[in-house]
């Protein structure tokens, strides 16, 4: 059950709007935490495991067609979510 909102500055989204990648920059305490990339519908279009140690990564986005979308983090009884454009 989620219980808390994680804090909206312990993610940054970089470059705003994206193309083909978005960087991510997250707070310690999301490390391991499962991300989902979802559409305007809802729907999911991924999902990927947060690194445990690097604190950063990258998001391949060549696949999505260009729209709003929003990030999806859970890590144990928290989530956020962030929301992205790509062009």
Not at 22 to 48: N, S, V
Request: hydrophobic share 40%; with cysteine.
């Amino acid at each position: 059950n989620i219980q808390r909102f994680i804090a909206s500055d312990a993610l940054q989204l970089s470059p705003s709007p994206a193309q083909d990648f978005l960087l991510l920059k997250y707070a310690p305490h999301l490390a391991g935490g499962m991300l989902k990339c979802l559409d305007q519908t809802g729907r999911i279009r991924f999902t990927k495991r947060l690194s445990l140690t690097a604190y950063s990564d990258e998001l391949s986005l060549p696949h999505l067609k260009p729209g709003l979308y929003y990030l999806s983090i859970q890590q144990g009884n928290q989530v956020g979510i962030w929301p992205f454009i790509k062009m």
